[in-house]
């Protein structure tokens, strides 16, 4: 078989660490790397659940539609993960699906809208009503900034990006992707077991296409929102980050090297593969060509250009596979990195305005301190409001214990919020190791199990070749 390499290839090699990624090949009678001991790659196979494809299309029920379907006669099977079970009571026994785009019109032009249903796990995935619940985009942006603001400082799961990154790929592949990514945002809120209880949530998945607008301006109007005075938010600017914050962003940037490494990843996979079968098809046409004095090459020419034929049907078969099961959730990892950084950010402004509010608790008390003592500025200003210096020193006491009992409230509030977020940021970052930890290992799973079967196919063919090669001598 032959065998592609490149830097994006490593990358993925990097992430498998000692993962046996190109595990040991089918077993063939006379195959020199069989074994009776299960490989570190075959062991993590075992956790891959495969399903026929024509099974996998009845069971999303979009996928004619929507173009996800590998082409007829295509033999990679399609992997799926475990079912996401959604932590929200409403949602319990649930699962949400988005369908392939529907372009529709309106008085000022075309959109692109994505039918969105939820239904029981065992619910078929298509049915009459199911065209009645449209959202753009923009319907799931206006989703993730509402909940942004209803939670704040919470890991709130990434959306795609607007635009194909680069602007080469194909609409239809970008709206696949896109499609697919969408419903995985929804997916990571509905199984979140505080941002599934959003209002905003609910109404996204519940209101019907008329009622939408209106919808929005009732949660948004309801929404008490977070507020913080100017001057606090002003000072809070000039805080140094706390420790435990100071730590959140080592790891942070820990997280953004490990992105970094996924997104290579995860451009090269699908490239790797269109090169692979390029490569392939070229050397075909070549074998077909080459110049010869004598026809004793042909034969050998002729079946080598049809095994090359082959292999790069073969690699094209992989590409619906590898893109969203093993490249899409390298992406996801990029993307949740960078709301990680929004959620630390807004962690350190909470930590930092909690700060600012004590030193002004500390001025005020130091200032009641410095007006218990008798001084001339009573005596002066006594003197120019025409009232007893003592009166004076009262009612500036009075003053002073009054905004001593407004700041030590908000005081309280603000440690409040502190403790609250940075158990919230710890929890949310526990779940997101434990997410992506799951999906990158199935995501190599299904890579690897992706090149075996691949492997499997060739190594038949390349077998043959040799075989007859002999025989013709």
């Given at each position: 078989?032959?065998?592609?390499?490149?830097?994006?290839?490593?990358?993925?090699?990097?992430?498998?660490?000692?993962?046996?990624?190109?595990?040991?090949?089918?077993?063939?009678?006379?195959?020199?790397?069989?074994?009776?001991?299960?490989?570190?790659?075959?062991?993590?196979?075992?956790?891959?659940?495969?399903?026929?494809?024509?099974?996998?299309?009845?069971?999303?029920?979009?996928?004619?539609?929507?173009?996800?379907?590998?082409?007829?006669?295509?033999?990679?099977?399609?992997?799926?993960?475990?079912?996401?079970?959604?932590?929200?009571?409403?949602?319990?026994?649930?699962?949400?699906?988005?369908?392939?785009?529907?372009?529709?019109?309106?008085?000022?032009?075309?959109?692109?809208?994505?039918?969105?249903?939820?239904?029981?796990?065992?619910?078929?995935?298509?049915?009459?009503?199911?065209?009645?619940?449209?959202?753009?985009?923009?319907?799931?942006?206006?989703?993730?900034?509402?909940?942004?603001?209803?939670?704040?400082?919470?890991?709130?799961?990434?959306?795609?990006?607007?635009?194909?990154?680069?602007?080469?790929?194909?609409?239809?592949?970008?709206?696949?992707?896109?499609?697919?990514?969408?419903?995985?945002?929804?997916?990571?809120?509905?199984?979140?077991?505080?941002?599934?209880?959003?209002?905003?949530?609910?109404?996204?998945?519940?209101?019907?296409?008329?009622?939408?607008?209106?919808?929005?301006?009732?949660?948004?109007?309801?929404?008490?929102?977070?507020?913080?005075?100017?001057?606090?938010?002003?000072?809070?600017?000039?805080?140094?980050?706390?420790?435990?914050?100071?730590?959140?962003?080592?790891?942070?940037?820990?997280?953004?090297?490990?992105?970094?490494?996924?997104?290579?990843?995860?451009?090269?996979?699908?490239?790797?593969?269109?090169v692979m079968g390029?490569?392939?098809?070229?050397?075909?046409?070549?074998?077909?060509?080459?110049?010869?004095?004598?026809?004793?090459?042909?034969?050998?020419?002729?079946?080598?250009?049809?095994?090359?034929?082959?292999?790069?049907?073969?690699?094209?078969?992989?590409?619906?596979?590898?893109?969203?099961?093993?490249?899409?959730?390298?992406?996801?990892?990029?993307?949740?990195?960078?709301?990680?950084?929004?959620?630390?950010?807004?962690?350190?402004?909470?930590?930092?305005?909690?700060?600012?509010?004590?030193?002004?608790?500390?001025?005020?008390?130091?200032?009641?301190?410095?007006?218990?003592?008798?001084?001339?500025?009573?005596?002066?200003?006594?003197?120019?409001?025409?009232?007893?210096?003592?009166?004076?020193?009262?009612?500036?006491?009075?003053?002073?214990?009054?905004?001593?009992?407004?700041?030590?409230?908000?005081?309280?509030?603000?440690?409040?919020?502190v403790s609250v977020?940075?158990?919230?940021?710890?929890?949310?970052?526990?779940?997101?190791?434990?997410?992506?930890?799951?999906d990158v290992k199935?995501?190599?799973?299904?890579?690897?199990?992706?090149?075996?079967?691949?492997?499997?196919?060739?190594?038949?063919?390349?077998?043959?070749?040799?075989?007859?090669?002999?025989?013709?001598?």
């Open positions: 078989t032959l065998h592609h390499h490149s830097a994006d290839s490593r990358a993925l090699a990097e992430m498998a660490d000692d993962l046996a990624v190109g595990g040991s090949l089918p077993d063939f009678e006379d195959d020199p790397f069989a074994s009776d001991e299960l490989t570190a790659a075959e062991e993590l196979m075992q956790e891959v659940v495969m399903e026929p494809e024509n099974d996998a299309a009845q069971d999303e029920g979009g996928a004619d539609e929507g173009g996800e379907a590998a082409s007829e006669g295509v033999e990679a099977p399609i992997y799926h993960p475990a079912q996401v079970e959604y932590g929200g009571t409403s949602f319990a026994g649930m699962r949400v699906l988005v369908a392939y785009p529907q372009k529709l019109s309106s008085g000022f032009g075309s959109y692109m809208a994505y039918p969105v249903s939820v239904k029981k796990i065992d619910e078929e995935a298509s049915s009459s009503d199911d065209a009645l619940i449209l959202r753009r985009y923009s319907d799931f942006l206006w989703l993730r900034e509402t909940i942004s603001k209803e939670y704040y400082a919470r890991l709130i799961p990434p959306m795609p990006p607007k635009h194909a990154l680069g602007g080469n790929m194909p609409e239809e592949k970008f709206l696949q992707i896109r499609r697919a990514a969408l419903e995985k945002f929804l997916e990571r809120l509905m199984s979140h077991p505080v941002l599934s209880r959003s209002k905003a949530l609910d109404t996204f998945l519940h209101s019907k296409n008329h009622e939408l607008a209106n919808r929005k301006k009732d949660v948004e109007r309801l929404m008490a929102g977070r507020k913080v005075d100017a001057m606090v938010a002003t000072k809070s600017l000039l805080k140094k980050k706390t420790e435990k914050n100071a730590t959140l962003t080592a790891q942070v940037a820990k997280y953004e090297e490990i992105a970094l490494k996924l997104q290579e990843a995860a451009n090269g996979l699908t490239g790797d593969s269109r390029n490569l392939c098809a070229d050397l075909g046409a070549v074998a077909r060509t080459l110049p010869e004095k004598d026809d004793c090459l042909r034969p050998y020419l002729e079946k080598f250009a049809t095994v090359l034929q082959s292999e790069a049907e073969s690699v094209d078969q992989m590409d619906p596979v590898l893109e969203p099961m093993v490249s899409a959730p390298f992406r996801e990892y990029a993307l949740y990195v960078d709301a990680l950084k929004a959620t630390v950010a807004k962690c350190d402004a909470v930590n930092a305005e909690a700060e600012v509010m004590q030193d002004m608790l500390d001025a005020e008390r130091k200032n009641k301190a410095e007006i218990e003592r008798p001084n001339s500025q009573n005596v002066s200003m006594a003197a120019v409001l025409g009232k007893p210096p003592a009166e004076v020193q009262a009612e500036k006491l009075a003053e002073s214990e009054r905004l001593i009992a407004q700041l030590t409230n908000a005081v309280q509030s603000a440690e409040n919020e977020t940075d158990a919230n940021v710890d929890a949310d970052i526990s779940l997101f190791e434990q997410q992506h930890t799951a199935f995501a190599l799973g299904t890579y690897a199990a992706t090149q075996r079967e691949h492997a499997q196919r060739m190594q038949g063919m390349w077998k043959d070749f040799i075989e007859d090669m002999l025989s013709m001598e």
